[in-house]
Nanobody, 124 residues
Framework: QVQLVESGGGLVQAGASLRLSCAAS????????MGWFRQAPGKERELVAA????????YYAESVKGRFTISREYGKTTVYLQMNSLKPVDTAAYYC?????????????????WGQGTQVTVSS
């Protein structure tokens, strides 16, 4: 079992930055790959970024490449999503998720554990 708690959302203006944090707990949480998803009203949940358990492999959606950075220290249980140059289209509820294998980070169906989400709102 893995428990996930997100923090760091808020309301910002376009062009600003935010950093989201996801704290994972559980005996084997350090070994899980972790990802950030987002869901805007009326849209499907989108995988934004993911990182392997070691922090050495990452995945980014095309829509955020060059603006967002996911990070975690080797084997640590806190994952960060640094979001720069935010745009109104980034407005969504952001969810942290975890999966037991670091293979196929972009496989959305493999994420078994989810946090409650944190809202990010970007005004124009």
């Amino acid at each position: 079992q893995v428990q996930l708690v997100e923090s760091g959302g808020g309301l910002v203006q376009a062009g600003a930055s935010l950093r989201l944090s996801c704290a994972a707990s559980g005996r084997t949480a350090y070994s899980y790959a972790m990802g950030w998803f987002r869901q805007a009203p009326g849209k499907e949940r989108e995988l934004v970024a993911a990182v392997s358990w070691s922090g050495g492999t990452t995945y980014y959606a095309e829509s955020v490449k060059g603006r967002f950075t996911i990070s975690r220290e080797y084997g640590k249980t806190t994952v960060y999503l640094q979001m720069n140059s935010l745009k109104p289209v980034d407005t969504a509820a952001y969810y942290c998720a975890a999966k037991s294998t670091s293979k196929y980070l972009d496989n959305k169906d493999q994420y078994d554990y989810w946090g409650q989400g944190t809202q990010v709102t970007v005004s124009s």
